[in-house]
């Protein structure tokens, strides 16, 4: 079966955060609703675009004699990014819903475009398509979400090939390293 009640998502996310250390999961309750967090810092090209005026630009805004000359440079290098997940348990679906932020150390939100230019989809069942940026359920803020429409249908393929799907943390720590892939996290079964 695909998906799981809340009981079983609560016992599920209370395991992985006592019995997994690898990435400290935490189990947290807010506002009455329980939900499993975690972190992951890694090194990300970025690419600074810089705009300056000057005399030699290629892009030119002007009327009659007053031009104004704009050159963009840009810049890659590689940055430390921190990628915060979230994962809520969907009463109309019946499944846990993954969300995503990435950040830099300044605590700058990174942009959807930027994060989407990273995802690693590679052979999967998940794209781009699949993602999307919306509001936190808990707090309102912009994070990017994994939609839960196929999550039911992924899962039970996913536990058809374990001996014990309800063996406990089994059916979100699956979730886990099927959909956290794209956003480069790597879990050990």
Not at 47 to 74: A, H, L, R, V, W
């Amino acid at each position: 079966m695909g998906t799981l009640t809340y009981d079983e998502f609560v016992s599920d996310i209370d395991f992985i955060s006592r019995q997994v250390s690898q990435y400290q999961f935490c189990m947290n309750d807010e506002g009455g609703i329980k939900f499993l967090s975690f972190k992951k810092e890694s090194l990300k090209p970025i690419c600074d675009e810089q705009f300056s005026m000057n005399e030699k630009s290629p892009i030119t805004y002007g009327y009659d004699d007053n031009e104004i000359n704009i050159t963009s440079t840009s810049r890659t290098h590689e940055e430390v990014i921190t990628t915060e997940f979230h994962v809520i348990y969907s009463l109309a679906y019946s499944v846990p819903l993954l969300f995503v932020r990435l950040s830099r150390q300044n605590g700058c939100i990174l942009s959807f475009d930027d994060v989407s230019n990273w995802l690693e989809f590679g052979g999967q069942n998940i794209g781009l398509e699949d993602v999307s940026l919306c509001p936190h359920p808990l707090n309102d803020t912009p994070w990017i979400q994994v939609h839960p429409c196929k999550t039911s249908s992924v899962m039970e393929q996913l536990l058809a090939h374990s001996g014990s799907a309800r063996a406990p943390g089994r059916y979100v720590f699956a979730f886990l390293s099927y959909y956290t892939q794209p956003f480069g996290l790597s879990l050990d079964p």
